[in-house]
C-alpha cells in the first residue's frame, strides 16, 4: 500500500470502484468497496492523491477524503470520456479516470463545501416546482380542451378557466373532479413557491455580492442571488475563462491554418447561461438610439448582427462583468456613454 501515488474512484450510490497506479504509473490495486467500507480504507492509507469525477456526490466525498489528509481532485466528466478505452465499465471507467488525473494539464473543479451546497439547492428546489407548476396548468389546460373549454393565455385566462370548468353543469363529473384534483395541486405547488420566494428575497437582501450584481442591467435579485450562491469565482483565472466555463463562446474547429469558428459551446452551468442569455435579450429589446444608459458598444453591434447574436454577445460581456465584480467585490460601473 506504502507505493500507491494516486487513486481513481469511480463512485456510485453503494459500491465504489478504486483503481490505484504507483509512481511509474503501472496499475498497483483494482478493487471494489462498498460504501461502508470508504471511511475505513481511506482512514488507514497515508495522504495520497485521490481523484474522482466531479458531481454532486463526489464533493461530499471530496470534503471527507480532504478531512482524512487525502489530495483530492475532482475532474469534468468530459474530460475523463476520451481515455476509456473500449467497453464502458466500473472498472475501465476508473482507470480512464486515473489517466486523466495524470496528465499535466488537466483542468479540475473546486471541492464545494456543505454550505454551498446547501444554499443553491433553495434554488434548485424552486427550478424544479416552476416546472412542475408549468406541467400541471399545460395538463389542466389540455384536458380542459378536449372537452372544449378555452381561454386565454396568462394567470388571469387560466383563473376563467377554472371558474368556467367549475360552473359548467354539461360537463361530465369524473372530468370536473379531474380538472379539480389539479387545480388543488397548482394552488399547493404555488403556495410552496410563494414561501421560497420569501426566503430567495431574504437571501438577496442578506448577501452583498448578490445586491451589487442586482444593480447591473439585465441581472435581476433571481439572477444575482444565482451567480452569488452557486459560483466561486477565485477558481477562474479571468472573466474569459469564466464566459468559457459558462459556454458564453464559440465551439472551435479549426485545422490546416484555417480559423473556422461556430455557435456558442453551451458548457457548463445551463440554469446561469440561461439567465444571462434572458437578461441580455431584455437589455437588447430595450437598446434603441437616443435613450439613456444605452451602451453605445451594443447599438454599434445590432447595426451589423442580428438581435439574437447580439443578446448572447452582451451576455458573454456580463459574465466578465460578473467574475470582475465578484473577484474583486467592487460595485457596478456603468460604461460612458
Given at each position: 500500500?506504502?507505493?500507491?501515488?494516486?487513486?481513481?474512484?469511480?463512485?456510485?450510490?453503494?459500491?465504489?470502484?478504486?483503481?490505484?497506479?504507483?509512481?511509474?504509473?503501472?496499475?498497483?490495486?483494482?478493487?471494489?468497496?462498498?460504501?461502508?467500507?470508504?471511511?475505513?480504507f481511506f482512514e488507514k492509507l497515508p495522504a495520497v492523491e485521490v481523484a474522482m469525477e466531479a458531481c454532486g456526490g463526489s464533493h461530499y466525498w471530496g470534503?471527507?477524503?480532504?478531512?482524512?489528509?487525502?489530495?483530492?481532485?475532482?475532474?469534468?466528466?468530459?474530460?475523463?470520456?476520451?481515455f476509456v478505452k473500449r467497453a464502458k465499465n466500473d472498472?475501465?471507467?476508473?482507470?480512464?479516470?486515473?489517466?486523466?488525473?495524470?496528465?499535466?494539464?488537466?483542468?479540475?473543479?473546486?471541492?464545494?463545501?456543505?454550505e454551498m451546497?446547501?444554499?443553491?439547492?433553495?434554488l434548485s428546489v424552486q427550478e424544479l416546482l416552476v416546472r412542475q407548476r408549468t406541467q400541471l396548468v399545460n395538463a389542466l389546460r389540455g384536458h380542459a380542451a378536449e372537452l372544449g373549454v378555452v381561454a386565454a393565455k396568462g394567470d388571469k385566462g387560466f383563473a376563467t378557466l377554472r371558474a368556467e370548468v367549475a360552473?359548467?353543469?354539461a360537463l361530465p363529473a369524473a372530468a370536473v373532479?379531474?380538472?379539480?384534483?389539479?387545480?388543488?395541486?397548482?394552488?399547493r405547488v404555488e403556495a410552496r413557491l410563494?414561501?421560497?420566494?420569501?426566503?430567495?428575497?431574504?437571501?438577496h437582501k442578506a448577501s452583498a455580492d448578490s445586491r451589487r450584481l442586482a444593480a447591473m442591467p439585465g441581472v435581476g435579485p433571481v439572477s444575482a442571488l444565482n451567480f452569488s450562491l452557486r459560483v466561486d469565482a477565485t477558481q477562474f483565472k479571468s472573466g474569459r475563462h469564466f464566459a468559457a466555463w459558462l459556454g458564453l463562446v464559440p465551439r472551435e474547429c479549426s485545422t490546416g491554418g484555417k480559423q473556422r469558428m461556430g455557435g456558442i459551446s453551451r458548457a457548463g452551468n445551463e440554469r446561469l447561461r440561461q439567465l444571462l442569455v434572458l437578461g441580455a435579450t431584455a437589455v437588447v429589446q430595450h437598446a434603441k438610439?437616443?435613450?439613456?444608459?444605452?451602451?453605445?458598444?451594443?447599438?454599434?453591434?445590432?447595426?451589423?448582427?442580428?438581435?439574437?447574436?447580439?443578446?448572447?454577445?452582451?451576455?458573454?460581456?456580463?459574465?466578465?462583468?460578473?467574475?470582475?465584480?465578484?473577484?474583486?467585490?467592487?460595485?457596478?460601473?456603468p460604461s460612458a456613454v
Amino acid at each position: 500500500m506504502t507505493e500507491i501515488t494516486r487513486i481513481a474512484i469511480d463512485t456510485s450510490k453503494s459500491v465504489f470502484t478504486l483503481h490505484a497506479v504507483n509512481a511509474a504509473g503501472s496499475a498497483v490495486m483494482r478493487r471494489n468497496l462498498r460504501r461502508q467500507d470508504m471511511v475505513p480504507f481511506f482512514e488507514k492509507l497515508p495522504a495520497v492523491e485521490v481523484a474522482m469525477e466531479a458531481c454532486g456526490g463526489s464533493h461530499y466525498w471530496g470534503r471527507v477524503l480532504q478531512a482524512m489528509g487525502h489530495r483530492v481532485r475532482l475532474i469534468p466528466a468530459q474530460y475523463v470520456k476520451p481515455f476509456v478505452k473500449r467497453a464502458k465499465n466500473d472498472r475501465n471507467d476508473a482507470e480512464a479516470i486515473c489517466e486523466a488525473a495524470a496528465r499535466p494539464g488537466m483542468q479540475t473543479v473546486a471541492v464545494k463545501s456543505a454550505e454551498m451546497q446547501a444554499q443553491a439547492m433553495l434554488l434548485s428546489v424552486q427550478e424544479l416546482l416552476v416546472r412542475q407548476r408549468t406541467q400541471l396548468v399545460n395538463a389542466l389546460r389540455g384536458h380542459a380542451a378536449e372537452l372544449g373549454v378555452v381561454a386565454a393565455k396568462g394567470d388571469k385566462g387560466f383563473a376563467t378557466l377554472r371558474a368556467e370548468v367549475a360552473s359548467d353543469a354539461a360537463l361530465p363529473a369524473a372530468a370536473v373532479e379531474a380538472l379539480r384534483m389539479l387545480g388543488s395541486e397548482i394552488d399547493r405547488v404555488e403556495a410552496r413557491l410563494a414561501e421560497i420566494e420569501a426566503r430567495m428575497k431574504a437571501l438577496h437582501k442578506a448577501s452583498a455580492d448578490s445586491r451589487r450584481l442586482a444593480a447591473m442591467p439585465g441581472v435581476g435579485p433571481v439572477s444575482a442571488l444565482n451567480f452569488s450562491l452557486r459560483v466561486d469565482a477565485t477558481q477562474f483565472k479571468s472573466g474569459r475563462h469564466f464566459a468559457a466555463w459558462l459556454g458564453l463562446v464559440p465551439r472551435e474547429c479549426s485545422t490546416g491554418g484555417k480559423q473556422r469558428m461556430g455557435g456558442i459551446s453551451r458548457a457548463g452551468n445551463e440554469r446561469l447561461r440561461q439567465l444571462l442569455v434572458l437578461g441580455a435579450t431584455a437589455v437588447v429589446q430595450h437598446a434603441k438610439p437616443g435613450r439613456a444608459g444605452v451602451s453605445p458598444w451594443l447599438l454599434k453591434l445590432l447595426e451589423r448582427k442580428p438581435r439574437k447574436v447580439a443578446a448572447v454577445a452582451l451576455a458573454n460581456k456580463m459574465a466578465r462583468v460578473i467574475w470582475a465584480m465578484l473577484t474583486s467585490g467592487q460595485a457596478y460601473r456603468p460604461s460612458a456613454v
